[in-house]
């Protein structure tokens, strides 16, 4: 049972949720059921709804040596205020006229496309070596340690493959031409993220290829098909959850034979947990832990710089609030090892509630500026990806609340797409001027 005062913050949460998905997925323009706004609901209900809530049907709120119980209503709370005020600033309308690029020609042998392909498969064997092409025949990753100080970034080009991959399959579907190029290289990537073992890039690139099928065929998903699919997909990332070995791939064994669908359910919702470690740290500041002001700022902004050049740049201190969060808790350091937080936990840890609430309505203000621009640039096939790379990039937004985290994630992932959009705009533009000339 809920408290009062659990009960209260929870519906609430929940019916905000409700009325932005029903609204949404029942509205006569088939492309508002796509809105940022309706990502961010699906989101919060995962972590803020229906994880917490199992857990407590389980009589399961013990996580990480600690129950976790009496931060629940603090963090509905946060999730609410958080969620309403991202609504709010979803809802200011941009009055300034977006420009429109109407241009639908699919270029295969887009140059940047290559570039960006190239750049993927090299980092990737810099930073693998031969091993990363020996993952389809289930052997181990080996981290070759090239790249210095930038070897991270050498790393992170992995997440391009990503972008590649979208700009494939929108090809496909649009000429149905080079499917076996297409498939060829997911089955590879997958394989080498289901080996790398962070599921976020699994979900970024199901779920942009997703919504890039639905929006090209113009049409809507059927209920039945969203609800199951979903549950499917949150079963897979529970059998990876317990199958995987990190750079080894996933090992099945008896146990896991074992275990049925409900089972690998089960198991997926874990991920809801980081909702848990956000009420703990929600209680902490500034009760032990004083407020971090601009410091995730700081962070951010130092992350290019290598540690050759700064020895002293600051780097993982709100990570480390959160082992000392868990370690007076409970006596253990090790208990917080790993715990993430959700976005608006790190804007609370910053500021307070004030924080919270700016931070969240500016992250509407930035849906909202992704929508308009592709509500302005709906039929162009390059405009879809990069929308669906940026919706899809929504999860890592929320999911995990260190800013320094996200802009690396995004500059790999997202950002490539903006960057051929520019060049793109540029050679319509160029055609454009070209073709009235003749006229």
Same mark, same amino acid.
């Given at each position: 049972?809920? #408290? ?14 409700? +009325?932005?998905? !029903? ?50 209503? +603090?963090?509905?709370?946060?999730? &609410? ?6 609504? %709010?600033? &979803? ?5 300034? *006229? ?52 930038? *070897?991270?970034?050498? =790393?992170?080009? /992995? ?8 700009? $494939? ?14 498939? %060829?290289?997911?089955?590879? /990537?997958?394989?080498? =993220? ?20 639905? !929006? ?34 996933? !090992?099945?064994?008896?146990?896991? %034979? ?10 997926? $919702? ?14 902490? /500041? ?9 410091? &995730? /700022? ?21 990570? *480390? ?18 715990? @993430? +937080?959700?976005?608006?936990?790190? @804007? ?21 500026? @992704? ?6 640039? @709906? ?8 929308? #669906? ?8 937004? +929320? ?10 994630? &995004? ?5 490539? $797409? =903006? ?13 454009? !001027?070209?073709?009235?000339? *003749?006229?």
């Amino acid at each position: 049972m809920l #408290t009062t005062g659990e009960a209260f913050w929870f519906y609430s949460l929940t019916i905000l949720i409700m +009325i932005i998905l !029903i609204k949404n997925t029942l509205h006569k323009d088939f492309l508002v059921m796509w809105s940022p706004l309706s990502v961010v609901a699906i989101i919060y209900l995962y972590y803020c709804v229906i994880g917490p809530y199992i857990t407590i049907q389980a009589g399961d709120t013990y996580y990480r040596l600690l129950d976790h119980r009496p931060y629940y209503e +603090i963090g509905w709370k946060a999730g &609410f205020l958080s969620l309403l005020s991202i609504c %709010v600033g &979803f809802g200011i309308k941009d009055t300034k *006229k977006a420009s429109v690029h109407a241009n639908t020609k699919v270029h295969h042998d887009l140059r940047e496309k290559r570039f960006l392909l190239w750049l993927a498969l090299i980092g990737s064997f810099l930073t693998f070596g031969l091993s990363g092409f020996g993952v389809l025949a289930g052997e181990n990753l080996n981290i070759t340690g090239l790249g210095g100080s930038f *070897k991270n970034y050498i =790393f992170y080009t /992995v997440n391009i493959f990503i972008p590649v991959l979208a700009l $494939m399959f929108v090809e496909y579907l649009t000429n149905k031409r080079r499917l076996w190029v297409f498939l %060829v290289l997911l089955i590879y /990537v997958l394989t080498l =993220f289901l080996a790398l073992g962070f599921r976020y890039r699994l979900v970024m690139l199901v779920g942009s290829l997703f919504m890039i099928y639905y !929006i090209h065929k113009r049409r809507k998903p059927q209920w039945i098909v969203l609800f199951f699919g979903l549950l499917v997909f949150v079963a897979l990332m529970g059998f990876i959850e317990i199958t995987r070995r990190l750079h080894g791939g996933l !090992i099945i064994d008896e146990s896991v %034979v074992e275990l049925g669908f409900a089972d690998f359910l089960l198991i997926g $919702m874990r991920e809801s947990a980081v909702f848990q470690s956000t009420g703990l740290m929600l209680t902490a /500041v500034p009760d032990y832990i004083p407020y971090q002001n601009f410091q &995730f /700022v700081l962070e951010t902004l130092a992350m290019p710089i290598p540690r050759e050049l700064w020895p002293g740049k600051p780097s993982g201190e709100e990570l *480390k609030l959160i082992l000392q969060a868990y370690e007076r808790q409970t006596g253990f350091e090790e208990a917080g090892i790993g715990a @993430a +937080i959700l976005n608006f936990g790190e @804007a609370f840890i910053a500021f307070g509630w004030g924080g919270l609430l700016i931070v969240s309505f500016i992250w509407g203000l930035i849906f909202r500026k @992704a929508w308009n621009f592709f509500r302005s640039n @709906a039929n162009n096939i390059y405009a879809i990806v990069l929308f #669906t790379l940026f919706n899809s990039f929504i999860y890592v937004i +929320i999911s995990r609340g260190y800013l320094p985290q996200i802009a690396l994630n &995004f500059f790999f992932t997202v950002y490539p $797409m =903006f960057w051929i959009w520019s060049k793109i705009r540029k050679r319509f533009a160029r055609y454009q !001027i070209r073709d009235e000339f *003749k006229s």
